[in-house]
DNA sequence: CAGTGAATCTTGACAGTGTCAAAATGCAGC
DNA sequence: GCTGCATTTTGACACTGTCAAGATTCACTG
């Protein structure tokens, strides 16, 4: 009985919701973001949702998802050589990365801290572009050892893990303004790459 | 009318809840801590809390408060000069931080993660004992810049940042179960003290 | 000891949340 | 044109944090 016009059915809700809920998210941070806004602001029923996701937490899922493919895509460009020294080829790197958490700090957030991946929430897709991420990111690290960057004689994976937490846990501190703030990103970046890559002989390709 | 026995003022409210509210939080993590499922433990009204806690939030500040002041004590005892080489007493270091992290998951996440820090949330005493518990961290970081442990040539704030940051992301990452597990622990602190410590001189004192 | 004020605790209520069950609606195919 | 199915809605439930108003007890003054 209710809205005879020709939008009962939305046609394309799915992507509708994924889209309002970035924006929400973006704009109101994690707590702001509640189903019923969010169905509000997208125009239809609270429980609407439901038949594109079995739950919240797939629906952050998919928010966390896209923001692993966005943050593989940034981070994907910045393989090819240069004739930069080592550390400051690897400082660009970590400017970069932070640079991206920094800006969509609600987004990372729930890509990382937000119980997702702590309560076993975390969905296939999920879990697969996440890992998909770490492992060009293990790519990046065994090219950059082998071109004399990284520390060769370091495990490529415990080197990975190791310089992935460095970035990730600067990022929590950046974005929660604990112990360090934006201002001074390109400093903190700077003595990354010096601490990873200082004693290394200058050895581009 | 109610409750005749001689224990309508409780007495000791406000410690009982801290310690009631650690508990819960340690078994049923942070989604788990409700005020009704608290003040039910605590056997005690819902809004009982109100007159010792001016908010959810405040609980939680305290909470984290008491976790600060945990951790930092755990780091103190490191600073005392042994004669094992540099990388090997970072690593010790670094594997003491992540133990507790990983063996208070909730509480670490609710010191850093949990909005308390990104909404201006968190009270003045939390503020002031974490801080206490960086410049602790700025403090070694300094001494293990003098004693050739760490590298000279650093600022040492910067520096304080990146190691500190390098910890908290692991144990975010391990605790989450990302991108590392906890039974590589040993492995990845070691190569944290490697990077860290790796080229320099062993010049103990 | 009586009595008053403040501190503490309880009950009732409200808006908000995620989610389920059942009914309503529109689309595609026989 | 009718039937089955996907989609959407309405109603309801248990749960959350928090406020206002009343009940109870403590501490202190006369």
Redesign the pocket.
């Given at each position: 009985?209710?809205?005879?016009n020709?939008t009962?059915?939305?046609?394309d809700?799915r992507a509708s919701l994924l889209r309002e809920a970035a924006a929400l998210l973006r704009d109101s941070g994690i707590d702001g973001l509640?189903?019923?806004?969010l169905s509000e602001r997208v125009g239809?029923?609270?429980?609407?949702l439901?038949?594109?996701f079995s739950?919240?937490?797939a629906l952050l899922c998919a928010l966390a998802a896209d923001g692993f493919a966005q943050l593989d895509a940034l981070m994907q460009p910045l393989s090819p050589a240069s004739n930069a020294p080592p550390a400051e080829r690897y400082t660009a790197f970590a400017k970069q990365y932070l640079d991206y958490a920094t800006k969509n700090p609600s987004l990372y957030g729930l890509m990382f801290g937000h119980t997702l991946w702590r309560d076993k929430l975390a969905d296939d897709s999920l879990k697969q572009i996440a890992y998909e991420s770490f492992r060009h990111h293990l790519a990046a690290v065994k090219r950059w050892q082998e071109a004399g960057i990284l520390p060769k004689e370091q495990d490529s994976l415990r080197l990975t893990q190791v310089t992935w937490g460095t970035l990730h846990g600067l990022a929590q501190l950046v974005i929660d303004g604990v112990y360090a703030d934006s201002t001074h990103l390109e400093d903190i970046c700077q003595c990354v790459g010096q601490l990873f890559c200082g004693m290394r002989t200058a050895k581009p390709q």
């Open positions: 009985m209710k809205k005879p020709n009962y059915h939305h046609g809700l509640s189903l019923r806004r239809v029923s609270r429980t609407a439901y038949h594109h739950d919240k937490h």
